[in-house]
């Protein structure tokens, strides 16, 4: 229906054969920097100070790839000369700058975060002067070299996690095609290295920075200020412009805009009939092969660890990952860990200072992470709790890379306290913008998490409550409690080391060899979850998002397959269409984790009656049921989720949380029949799980104070 409206309203009266208009290059302008404001809770240290910097044409392929390396030799850590001089200043907590290409007219993007309105004068100083310097004293060649070094690694490995490849593929093509370029040049960028690696014996770099940035006749820059209550007053100035709109209008002309708007609202709550459906081209469950993909590996024990092996090609690119066994751990100890994973690597070693470490990582290493992680058991209530250390990197670089590995691992210093005040105050930054822009995760994960002790530990090391944690942290800052937390979570009790790709047997005698060992067996420490909640976030921002997660009276766990199938209707058919197409709402959706069901929405106009929506989920249900339309589409969408192309790195992390969650070959082929073989006869029988008792039942809502003032199912409202 909408793809009619396209095309009859704006489409079908454009000539056949008509050339395509290209548009006109935005004249150069120049701007002072203008003050806007934005709604906030509180104003101390919230302004931002954003620079744009028009640099060319969407062609310019090889400007855009070195001003990408500018970019981040300049702000791509706490050691680059701009966001240094920002940080040496007090003036701000965060700087950052990157390349948005994929326009006609690319531009830079400058952003300060966490400053002053009186204080933005200062700062634009230093950035012009810092900038400057950099021009006149030249760029450091070891982090420009290693930033290639990186980029040729992505292009060899080419991973771009979930999304697939052919997505990937065509966007990149798309940034070009669009604008009448060749799409292939947004493909194989990697033929520019060798000329990028040639100018780094010239000056190039410093006389491109001079003429896009320092001398740049096409910018402009923002200083956005926080002011609490902006939007009650922008509400209230919308509503008196309604009155007035509405006082200056004829009876005619209000009459002709209510039917105009009830006939808009009928469209837009109608549903596509079966017959506009069935002309969708769609595979049939005949086309499916009933056996699911596997996921081969060895497992062994090897000199007091578990060894995970995968013998899959790998282009020569080595894969380790190692899993440090944290069950004996509390609560507040874990919380610790999350704060020394998100500092390693970022903080001075022994041997190397911050900024060393940048360009031995971007040089050495495809990608170095230190995450923890809780994982659910298949078939029992028991749980994993683990920090995975996982890196890549080019075989003929496999050894100095372990050996830098080696070095964050076991050799990191925390003796330089601003450091580390600097490093947790950005962490806390990004946490705090993604409750804003990403509060569908937050809430998922705050309302589930009293579901299951699992689901608690992932709420206090990832979600709102370790936000809680860090920003008590940042305030009251204890250094001497992560230094005695750091030197007891690498040890080989418990180890599970995973590798894949070339080298295996000269990484297994290394980490064997460098994993310390004390000798003791530690034993696991019982953990309670969390109560039920009914809450809502305050932040300073226009949209919401609201979940719900019940405890269902039955084990779920034999049910994977069934549960997914319904999810699939559930997202794709009834929260579509309540929540998305009718409410407004960007998105929504249903699944089942940590042993309980969760609904979601995503930007959502009214999480109130989202709320109230997720609650009918049962009645839908029977409806669903007793309804003609056939579950072949929803079980083929389920059996895509479910086995996915996957990339390497993404293949291997799988096979090893099957390993540590007791996941086997037979419980993969149970999940696929049971999904294949779903009927409405079997939905009819889960439907129960969806008339949870009332007090099993958590509710968050992430969203401005008076939109969650508006949902009666929260008891309590905290302003992040």
């Given at each position: 229906?909408?793809?009619?409206?396209?095309?009859?309203?704006?489409?079908?009266?454009?000539?056949?054969?008509?050339?395509v208009e290209m548009i006109n290059l935005q004249a150069p302008v120049t701007s002072g920097m203008s003050t806007v404001y934005f709604d906030a809770t509180e104003t101390e240290n919230k302004a931002l100070m954003d620079y744009g910097y028009v640099i060319g044409r969407y062609d310019e392929y090889e400007e855009h790839l070195a001003l990408g390396l500018i970019c981040s030799v300049l702000a791509d850590d706490n050691q680059s000369p701009l966001k240094k001089a920002?940080?040496?200043?007090?003036?701000?907590?965060?700087?950052?700058?990157?390349?948005?290409?994929?326009?006609?007219?690319?531009?830079?993007?400058?952003?300060?975060?966490?400053?002053?309105?009186?204080?933005?004068?200062?700062?634009?100083?230093?950035?012009?002067?810092?900038?400057?310097?950099?021009?006149?004293?030249?760029?450091?060649?070891?982090?420009?070299?290693?930033?290639?070094?990186?980029?040729?690694?992505?292009?060899?490995?080419?991973?771009?996690?979930?999304?697939?490849?052919?997505?990937?593929?065509?966007?990149?093509?798309?940034?070009?095609?669009?604008?009448?370029?060749?799409?292939?040049?947004?493909?194989?960028?990697?033929?520019?290295?060798?000329?990028?690696?040639?100018?780094?014996?010239?000056?190039?770099?410093?006389?491109?920075?001079?003429?896009?940035?320092?001398?740049?006749?096409?910018?402009?820059?923002?200083?956005?200020?926080?002011?609490?209550?902006?939007?009650?007053?922008?509400?209230?100035?919308?509503?008196?412009?309604?009155?007035?709109?509405?006082?200056?209008?004829?009876?005619?002309?209000?009459?002709?805009?209510?039917?105009?708007?009830?006939?808009?609202?009928?469209?837009?709550?109608?549903?596509?009939?079966?017959?506009?459906?069935?002309?969708?081209?769609?595979?049939?469950?005949?086309?499916?092969?009933?056996?699911?993909?596997?996921?081969?590996?060895?497992?062994?024990?090897?000199?007091?660890?578990?060894?995970?092996?995968?013998?899959?090609?790998?282009?020569?690119?080595?894969?380790?990952?190692?899993?440090?066994?944290?069950?004996?751990?509390?609560?507040?100890?874990?919380?610790?860990?999350?704060?020394?994973?998100?500092?390693?690597?970022?903080?001075?070693?022994?041997?190397?200072?911050?900024?060393?470490?940048?360009?031995?990582?971007?040089?050495?290493?495809?990608?170095?992470?230190?995450?923890?992680?809780?994982?659910?058991?298949?078939?029992?209530?028991?749980?994993?709790?683990?920090?995975?250390?996982?890196?890549?990197?080019?075989?003929?670089?496999?050894?100095?890379?372990?050996?830098?590995?080696?070095?964050?691992?076991?050799?990191?210093?925390?003796?330089?306290?601003?450091?580390?005040?600097?490093?947790?105050?950005?962490?806390?930054?990004?946490?705090?913008?993604?409750?804003?822009?990403?509060?569908?995760?937050?809430?998922?994960?705050?309302?589930?998490?009293?579901?299951?002790?699992?689901?608690?530990?992932?709420?206090?090391?990832?979600?709102?409550?370790?936000?809680?944690?860090?920003?008590?942290?940042?305030?009251?800052?204890?250094?001497?409690?992560?230094?005695?937390?750091?030197?007891?979570?690498?040890?080989?009790?418990?180890?599970?080391?995973?590798?894949?790709?070339?080298?295996?047997?000269?990484?297994?005698?290394?980490?064997?060899?460098?994993?310390?060992?004390?000798?003791?067996?530690?034993?696991?420490?019982?953990?309670?979850?969390?109560?039920?909640?009914?809450?809502?976030?305050?932040?300073?921002?226009?949209?919401?998002?609201?979940?719900?997660?019940?405890?269902?009276?039955?084990?779920?766990?034999?049910?994977?397959?069934?549960?997914?199938?319904?999810?699939?209707?559930?997202?794709?058919?009834?929260?579509?269409?309540?929540?998305?197409?009718?409410?407004?709402?960007?998105?929504?959706?249903?699944?089942?984790?940590?042993?309980?069901?969760?609904?979601?929405?995503?930007?959502?106009?009214?999480?109130?009656?989202?709320?109230?929506?997720?609650?009918?989920t049962a009645e839908y249900l029977k409806q669903f049921v007793a309804g003609e339309e056939s579950m072949e589409k929803y079980i083929i969408g389920t059996i895509g989720d479910s086995d996915p192309i996957l990339t390497n790195k993404i293949r291997f992390t799988n096979g090893d949380v099957m390993y540590l969650t007791g996941v086997s070959a037979e419980d993969r082929r149970e999940t696929r029949r049971q999904i294949l073989n779903m009927d409405k006869e079997q939905?009819?029988?889960?439907?129960?799980?969806?008339?949870?008792?009332?007090?099993?039942?958590?509710?968050?809502?992430?969203?401005?104070?008076?939109?969650?003032?508006?949902?009666?199912?929260?008891?309590?409202?905290?302003?992040?």
């Amino acid at each position: 229906r909408t793809l009619g409206v396209i095309n009859d309203e704006f489409l079908a009266d454009l000539p056949a054969g008509k050339p395509v208009e290209m548009i006109n290059l935005q004249a150069p302008v120049t701007s002072g920097m203008s003050t806007v404001y934005f709604d906030a809770t509180e104003t101390e240290n919230k302004a931002l100070m954003d620079y744009g910097y028009v640099i060319g044409r969407y062609d310019e392929y090889e400007e855009h790839l070195a001003l990408g390396l500018i970019c981040s030799v300049l702000a791509d850590d706490n050691q680059s000369p701009l966001k240094k001089a920002v940080l040496e200043s007090g003036l701000a907590q965060d700087v950052a700058m990157m390349v948005n290409d994929s326009f006609y007219q690319p531009y830079v993007e400058l952003t300060v975060y966490n400053t002053n309105q009186k204080d933005a004068a200062r700062l634009d100083g230093i950035i012009r002067d810092t900038l400057k310097k950099a021009a006149e004293t030249g760029l450091d060649r070891k982090a420009l070299e290693a930033m290639i070094d990186k980029l040729d690694f992505q292009a060899r490995e080419k991973d771009y996690g979930f999304a697939p490849k052919g997505l990937v593929f065509g966007m990149q093509a798309l940034g070009i095609w669009n604008y009448d370029g060749d799409p292939l040049d947004g493909l194989v960028q990697e033929r520019l290295f060798a000329g990028l690696r040639e100018k780094l014996n010239s000056d190039y770099y410093e006389r491109l920075l001079q003429r896009t940035l320092i001398d740049s006749v096409h910018y402009a820059s923002v200083l956005a200020v926080p002011k609490i209550g902006l939007e009650d007053e922008k509400r209230a100035e919308m509503a008196r412009a309604m009155e007035n709109l509405k006082a200056e209008m004829s009876e005619a002309d209000r009459a002709e805009l209510l039917a105009f708007n009830r006939q808009f609202n009928a469209w837009q709550q109608s549903v596509d009939t079966p017959e506009q459906k069935a002309t969708l081209p769609q595979l049939h469950i005949s086309d499916i092969d009933p056996e699911p993909s596997q996921i081969a590996k060895t497992v062994t024990e090897s000199d007091g660890l578990t060894l995970i092996r995968y013998d899959d090609n790998t282009s020569g690119i080595c894969y380790t990952r190692m899993y440090f066994d944290l069950g004996s751990f509390p609560l507040a100890d874990l919380q610790k860990i999350t704060l020394v994973s998100g500092l390693l690597g970022h903080v001075d070693t022994r041997h190397h200072t911050a900024g060393e470490l940048e360009n031995l990582k971007k040089g050495l290493l495809g990608k170095l992470t230190f995450d923890l992680t809780s994982l659910n058991h298949q078939h029992d209530e028991e749980y994993e709790v683990r920090l995975s250390v996982s890196y890549s990197a080019l075989a003929e670089k496999e050894q100095p890379a372990a050996d830098l590995v080696r070095e964050i691992m076991l050799e990191s210093s925390w003796d330089n306290d601003q450091q580390i005040r600097d490093l947790l105050s950005q962490n806390r930054n990004d946490m705090e913008q993604s409750i804003t822009y990403a509060g569908h995760r937050f809430a998922m994960g705050r309302c589930s998490a009293p579901m299951s002790v699992c689901a608690t530990i992932r709420e206090a090391t990832s979600g709102y409550e370790m936000y809680r944690y860090l920003k008590h942290f940042c305030e009251r800052p204890d250094v001497d409690s992560l230094r005695r937390i750091y030197s007891e979570i690498f040890l080989k009790d418990g180890l599970v080391l995973s590798l894949s790709g070339p080298d295996q047997e000269e990484r297994l005698a290394y980490w064997s060899e460098m994993i310390p060992d004390d000798g003791r067996k530690r034993s696991h420490v019982v953990k309670e979850k969390m109560a039920p909640l009914r809450e809502g976030l305050a932040v300073a921002s226009q949209v919401s998002y609201g979940a719900m997660a019940a405890e269902p009276d039955m084990d779920i766990l034999p049910l994977n397959g069934k549960l997914a199938v319904i999810s699939k209707i559930l997202s794709l058919d009834y929260l579509w269409n309540t929540i998305r197409a009718q409410g407004g709402a960007y998105g929504t959706g249903f699944t089942v984790r940590s042993r309980s069901c969760v609904w979601y929405s995503y930007r959502d106009p009214n999480p109130a009656g989202s709320l109230k929506i997720f609650g009918h989920t049962a009645e839908y249900l029977k409806q669903f049921v007793a309804g003609e339309e056939s579950m072949e589409k929803y079980i083929i969408g389920t059996i895509g989720d479910s086995d996915p192309i996957l990339t390497n790195k993404i293949r291997f992390t799988n096979g090893d949380v099957m390993y540590l969650t007791g996941v086997s070959a037979e419980d993969r082929r149970e999940t696929r029949r049971q999904i294949l073989n779903m009927d409405k006869e079997q939905i009819a029988k889960l439907i129960s799980l969806f008339e949870t008792d009332p007090q099993k039942i958590s509710y968050c809502v992430v969203g401005p104070q008076a939109v969650l003032e508006k949902c009666e199912e929260l008891s309590e409202i905290i302003s992040v």
